[in-house]
Structure formats: C-alpha cells, structure tokens
C-alpha cells in the first residue's frame, strides 16, 4: 500500500492535529502575562511533530500488514480464513472475522450449489434412460402391430406407454419447481377425498390396462391444511409406484384414511412384489432403484425421494412398510397440529 494513500486515509487525524497545535501556539505566543521564548514554541512544535510521525509510521506498518494480506487473497484467489487467534488490533480481528464469516457463507452456499447440481445432473441422466424405455415400446408395439383386429388393444397399450412419458415429463417439472418451492405454493384446507379421487381418475386407464382392482374407503369428512398441487404429485408417485409393482389381472390396491387424535393418515397399500428387507430403509434415498428397480421396471429412482422432500416442505410424511411377495404399505402422515405452521 502507498504512503501516499495511507495518508489520504489519514488526513483527517492529521488536519485535527496541526489546528489542535496551530491553537496551543497561538494561546501561549498571545499570552502576554507569560511570555515565552519563541524557540522553545519552535521545539515544542518539532518534538511534537515527531510523536505524532511516529504514530503514523507505527499506524502505517500495523494498516499495511492487513492490507497486504486482504490484496494477497484477492490477486491470487486465496480464500482461506483468517487466523484470529493470539493479539491482534480490535479492528484488525473484527475484519478477519467479518471475512472469515462472509468465507464460510459463501463457502456453504457454494457446496449447496455443487451438491445440487450433481443431484440434478443424476436425475437428468436417470430420466433420460427411464423415458427411452416407453418410447421404445410405443415404437415396437406400432412395428408389431399388423391385424386390424388388435387395433384396439394396441392404441391402448400405446396410450399406457405416453402416460408414462408424461409422468416422467411431470416429474421433471415438479423436481425443477421444487427449488424453489418457497414461491410456489398455497396452503389452504382441502377435503382429503376430493383430492384422492382426482389422483386416481388420472390412472384410470392404467388400472384398466393392468386390470387391477381398486378398493377406495375414505372418510368423506376429513379436511386437512396443504398445498392441493404438491401434495397431489407426492400422492400420484405412491400411486404410481403401486400400480408399477403390481401384477397385471390378480392386482389389488386399496387407498384408504385414518384418523387418530394426532393426525390424518392416507394409507395406499397394494398387494405386489413388495420390496426386499435390505432396500426398506434406502427407498427415499435420491437415485436408489433397489431390486424392484432394476429386476421389474426400470426407474428413476427420483419418484419417493421427491414424494419425501416435498411432503416435509408441507409439514407432512411418509412411511412405508412392505412384505416381500405380499404387501406394500405406503402412508402419507398429516399432523392434526400443522407441522408447517409450527416451522
């Protein structure tokens, strides 16, 4: 740092200085009943001059040190925190803990955002794999379709195949709106069974196709406090995943609700493969396909992660219990108190 600019930092120390010494000499040179010797006012002058140098120079080597090592950081790159600890300066240390605290916020964000950019970038590639798939089969299923007695059969398969692309579509979309989840959601209260019947009639076709039975047995009177949009695609995934997992013709899955003195609970259960006892506890994991995953259908496993992150936005969760070979049993608790009002 130049002496130059330090002193420009310092002038106004050093203009309170010289009028503060301009007025003693003027009150002892026109003081009339204490004359003194000019010389002496001279000395004093110098003397003092020298004092007030030495606190510059000192001041100077104290203000310089800090500066060379903030213009160090920041011709090189160098964000590393600032070692406060032994004495130091009051000033000096309230910098470097306002640095170091600046360092360690940009830091974590910055950990944050490389964290979500590879979850995103996993999902991406996850999705692009498990969308080729219905694709695919929409191209074999229109290759191998040559009587016109199967045309039926075949526009409905071929339909089955396309919802399942905008399923994938639809999960992209709300895994993309769920970064910014805090701008887009509206908490009313809405009545439980409305909202189950609209998630079901949206796979009506594919319980037709599967031919598989659904059993609905709702308390038509339960309300609970949510956001209609998100709890209804956290709802459709645990539908979905149902239907994946369950054989075609023999079927079965019940949607039903609860009530205790804490909480609503919508239970989905079906009566598919069920899922191994070492994948239970990883389902909600981000990206986790388990056995079910990669021997049955291919999947994102992108599905429950979601459902999970954005139930706890709203306050709610989800729990899941299975058999192998018997049952899945997936419930969406919904306190009584409102978890998200408590937040």
Not at 36 to 47: Q, T
Not at 271 to 282: F, L, T
Request: glycine letters at 4%.
């Amino acid at each position: 740092m130049s002496k130059l600019r330090f002193l420009r930092d310092r002038v106004g120390l050093i203009v309170i200085y010289m009028c503060n010494l301009l007025i003693i000499n003027l009150i002892i040179i026109l003081d009339e009943n204490n004359p003194m010797n000019i010389n002496n006012v001279f000395y004093m002058d110098i003397l003092s001059a020298f004092i007030i140098i030495v606190y510059l120079v000192y001041d100077y080597r104290k203000y310089n040190d800090i500066y060379k090592k903030i213009d160090y950081k920041i011709k090189h790159h160098y964000f590393e925190e600032f070692d406060i600890t032994g004495t130091m300066p009051y000033i000096k240390k309230k910098y470097y803990q306002l640095f170091n605290e600046f360092y360690r916020t940009v830091n974590t964000s910055k950990q944050q955002l490389n964290k979500d950019n590879d979850e995103y970038y996993d999902f991406i590639t996850s999705w692009v794999h498990a969308v080729k798939i219905p694709i695919s089969a929409s191209r074999l299923l229109i290759e191998s379709h040559h009587n016109e007695a199967d045309t039926k059969e075949t526009l409905a398969n071929i339909e089955n195949e396309i919802e399942k692309i905008e399923r994938y579509v639809e999960q992209t979309l709300y895994y993309s709106r769920s970064m910014s989840f805090s701008k887009d959601y509206l908490i009313q209260e809405y009545k439980l069974n409305n909202i189950v019947n609209k998630c079901v009639k949206k796979f009506a076709k594919t319980f037709i196709v599967k031919r598989v039975s659904l059993n609905v047995n709702m308390d038509k009177e339960i309300s609970i406090f949510t956001d209609k949009k998100w709890f209804e695609f956290v709802l459709e995934q645990l539908i979905s995943n149902a239907l994946k997992y369950t054989d075609m013709d023999t079927g079965k899955i019940d949607i039903s609700s609860y009530e205790d003195d804490r909480e609503y609970r919508l239970l989905i259960r079906d009566n598919g493969v069920g899922i191994k006892i070492e994948d239970i506890n990883r389902v909600f994991e981000r990206g986790f396909t388990g056995f079910n995953g990669r021997y049955y259908e291919k999947s994102t496993g992108m599905g429950l992660y979601l459902a999970r992150k954005l139930a706890r936005k709203l306050g709610h969760k989800i729990t899941i219990e299975s058999k192998t070979g018997e049952y899945t049993l997936a419930r969406i608790h919904v306190s009584k108190v409102g978890d998200y009002f408590l937040r």
